[in-house]
């Protein structure tokens, strides 16, 4: 691992765990196992950090995603293995991460919005086309609506809300409404499948 991908990788870590208000470039540099002036030649300061780390954490995110869809038998396997893979995301994050990102580095967010807009929404909305044309999803979705919305619904888990109040909500409610959008789009023929990877993949340590 080269120096800028180390710092970049320890940085999205500790803003994942604690927030990005609180963590300063001290404790960068110090869990990066660099000094101070070496993460100051990769960044003129925070603002730089958090903008170049996030991207990172996306680009890295989307390759996961995409490769789960390509690997996966049908598009509801897919959509069950990206829920699961989620689910492990966010089990390390500090549920006030995202809402501090857009508070406090407006650049970055709307960099990490604007990203997620022009590649995830093209992502789920193929696989809704997949699903419809595999039987397993209902005929005649508006597949660009509802691949507009499974991502909002996604984003809306990441900021206080009535539902989202700590760690144990955000992964609870993350799932709750993953099986919403499922059961609103699948077939009988896709519930059964439905029910047989949530089995293989999230049942093993997730109820929902």
Do not use: W
């Not at 080269?2 to 540099?29: C, H, P, R, V, W």
């Not at 049908?74 to 809402?99: G, T, Y």
């Not at 699903?131 to 691949?147: F, K, Q, T, V």
């Not at 989202?164 to 909500?169: F, K, L, Q, S, T």
């Amino acid at each position: 691992m080269d120096q800028l991908t180390k710092i970049l990788t320890t940085a999205i870590e500790l803003f994942k765990n604690y927030g990005f208000k609180s963590i300063t470039m001290d404790d960068i540099a110090r869990s990066a196992g660099i000094s101070k002036k070496t993460l100051y030649i990769h960044f003129a300061n925070k603002d730089e950090v958090v903008k170049e780390s996030v991207g990172f954490y996306k680009s890295n995110m989307h390759c996961s995603c995409v490769s789960m869809l390509e690997s996966s038998e049908n598009a509801i396997e897919a959509m069950v293995r990206i829920l699961a893979f989620f689910d492990n995301v966010f089990k390390q994050m500090n549920p006030m991460a995202m809402h501090e990102l857009q508070r406090y580095y407006p650049i970055a967010y709307a960099s990490f919005r604007n990203d997620i807009i022009q590649t995830d929404v093209a992502l789920i909305k193929e696989n809704i086309l997949q699903g419809m044309r595999e039987g397993i999803y209902r005929p005649s979705l508006n597949a660009d609506l509802l691949a507009k919305f499974r991502l909002e619904s996604s984003m809306m888990v990441l900021h206080p809300n009535l539902m989202v109040n700590d760690r144990e909500d955000l992964l609870r409610v993350a799932l709750e409404i993953g099986e919403f959008f499922m059961y609103g789009i699948m077939t009988p023929k896709g519930e059964e499948l439905y029910l047989q990877y949530k089995a293989k993949y999230l049942n093993k340590s997730n109820n929902i």
